[in-house]
Structures are given as structure tokens and as C-alpha cells.
């Protein structure tokens, strides 16, 4: 399968833990994306990656959200003493360039909040 | 400011019947528009989209689109649907220069036998 791999595709976690959340691109794809779908919502974007750089966070929470992108490995959305507000399906997308070449999306990470 | 409008959060029909999934955007650029089909627990599959050039759309699983500029609008259409049509359907908005992409709320369109 060369799609997008996103992986767990289930965590749950309790309130005040971490949760790391992998995403690998497509195979050829340098931009990473990761939007967050909130019950009965749309997606919402999050974050812009490229290798090693994040290019815009603009959609990111201020605090305890972070995200990477290393020149190996996978893309990495990372939430520090997780809420449960922060249950979510956070879904991981990439392109070959950015502008008008379609985004192509993984399976998502359901998170859930005890 | 870019927007995305889904009018419809449900849609009933029967099978073999047509539909048409409203969108509608706003934005005082150009645009790139797609639709994205998303089965349950599953990621959303490309369905069509619009870049430029013809304004009619065709797409995968016999769905299609129509771009019209005038009424801001890019309403997907089937002729006829089928149960396995079952699921979640957005339409988002992209604009040159820019890659973040603005997705409507959705329209669960529910095939009935």
C-alpha cells in the first residue's frame, strides 16, 4: 500500500497523558499536513510540514500541541497532558508539492480521552 | 477569508434515484475545489476536483461536479446511486499559493433500499 499510513489508528489515553500520533506520506511526497475532525465537524487544519521545517502552525492550539516532521521517519503530531477535549480523529495528509496538487489522506488516529 | 457551505447535513434517497450534494465557497481569489468521500472509521478518498479549464467535473464512482463561478457553487452529482454510495461526503476549498485547504461540515448522504 503506498497511501498515507497513519498509526494507531485507535489510542486512548487518560487525562494528563501523552499521545504521539505517526504519519507516514506517500512515497514521493515531501508535504505533510494534519487537520483534526471534531464530532459532527469538518476537518480543520492544524499544521504545514516539510522536511525538517514546519511552515505553518497557524491552526495549532497555542500549548501542549507540537508537531515534526525529521529528515527520517515519519511525521510526528504530538499532545502533551491530553484533555478531553482533545478527543478527536486527527487525520494526516500529503501532497507531492503544495499549491493546487491534491492532498492525499491516511485513514486517521482516533483519539479518545478517559 | 475563504469558506466552504454544505447546506444539506443529511441526505435521504432511494436507491437507483439521483442526488446532487450542495456546496457552496466564498473567496476573493481564485479557487481549486475537490469533493472527498469518507466511509465510516476510514480516511477521506479524493472523489473529483477542479483546478481550472472545463467547468464540469468528472469524477470516480460515477460522480460529477459542476463549477459555476457566477453562484460560487460546485454541487456534486450522481445520476443514479447505490447503497455502497452510504457515507460522508465534503467538499474543501484550496486557493493558489496557499495549501491549507477549508473543508464544508459535510453531508451524510444515506442510501435506502
Known amino acids: 500500500n503506498a497511501g498515507v499510513m497513519q498509526n494507531p489508528r485507535h489510542l486512548v489515553r487518560r487525562r494528563g497523558q501523552e499521545a504521539r500520533l505517526r504519519c507516514s506520506p506517500m512515497?514521493?511526497?515531501?508535504?505533510v499536513y494534519w487537520y483534526r475532525q471534531l464530532p459532527e465537524e469538518g476537518l480543520k487544519f492544524m499544521v504545514y510540514?516539510?522536511?525538517?521545517?514546519?511552515?505553518?502552525e497557524s491552526g495549532m492550539p497555542k500549548e501542549r500541541f507540537s508537531a515534526e516532521f525529521p529528515k527520517e521517519g515519519p511525521s510526528i503530531l504530538r499532545i502533551q497532558q491530553v484533555v478531553r477535549g482533545d478527543s478527536a480523529a486527527y487525520f494526516c495528509?500529503?501532497?507531492?508539492?503544495?499549491?493546487?496538487?491534491?492532498?492525499?489522506f491516511g485513514d486517521g488516529t482516533r483519539l479518545s480521552i478517559l | 477569508a475563504q469558506s466552504v457551505t454544505q447546506l444539506d447535513s443529511q441526505v435521504p434517497v432511494f436507491e437507483e434515484a439521483p442526488v446532487e450534494l450542495r456546496c457552496n465557497y466564498s473567496?476573493?481569489?481564485?479557487?481549486?475545489l475537490f469533493w472527498y468521500v469518507q466511509y465510516p472509521n476510514q480516511g477521506l478518498q479524493l472523489l473529483l476536483k477542479?483546478?481550472?479549464?472545463?467547468?464540469l467535473v468528472k469524477g470516480i464512482n460515477g460522480f460529477e461536479a459542476e463549477f459555476n463561478k457566477s453562484q460560487t457553487s460546485f454541487h456534486l452529482r450522481k445520476p443514479s446511486v447505490h447503497i455502497s454510495d452510504t457515507a460522508e461526503y465534503f467538499c474543501?476549498?484550496?486557493?493558489?499559493?496557499?495549501?491549507?485547504?477549508?473543508f464544508g461540515t459535510g453531508t451524510r448522504l444515506k442510501v435506502l433500499a
Open positions: 495528509a500529503s501532497s507531492a508539492t503544495g499549491g493546487d496538487q491534491p492532498q492525499h
Open positions: 512515497k514521493g511526497h515531501s508535504h
Open positions: 510540514l516539510q522536511k525538517e521545517n514546519i511552515i505553518d
Open positions: 473567496s476573493s481569489v481564485s479557487v481549486y
Open positions: 477542479y483546478l481550472s479549464g472545463s467547468t
Open positions: 474543501a476549498l484550496g486557493t493558489s499559493g496557499t495549501y491549507k485547504y477549508i
